[in-house]
């Protein structure tokens, strides 16, 4: 069961590293804001993961917080976005 956790873990640091690099060279505001919320996802996912390994549920009410405001950022960033310079 330690290599589904391992793997698991291996595969959230690629999609963490993934976001990080499309947050720094994405060309456009969207593209950021696309990075930004995967992000947010990964961190989530991780959280979800961490529970489930330690069998602790402490932090789901961080998890449900940081979903809210994953939710209220990509509602509101778009509505106030303007556009990119060509």
């Known amino acids: 069961m330690n290599v589904v956790w391992i793997l698991a873990g291996c595969a959230l640091v690629a999609a963490a590293l993934l976001a990080v690099y499309r947050l720094i060279a994405g060309p456009s ?6 990075a930004t919320e995967m992000a947010a996802s990964v961190c ?8 489930a390994y330690s069998v602790d549920s402490s ?8 979903a809210l405001l994953g939710f209220i950022g990509s509602i509101s960033v778009p509505r106030f976005r303007r556009r990119d310079r060509e």
Do not use: E, I
């Open 29 to 34: 505001t969207l593209d950021r804001l696309v």
């Open 44 to 51: 989530m996912s991780g959280m979800g993961a961490w529970a």
């Open 59 to 66: 932090v789901l009410a961080a998890l449900v917080a940081l």
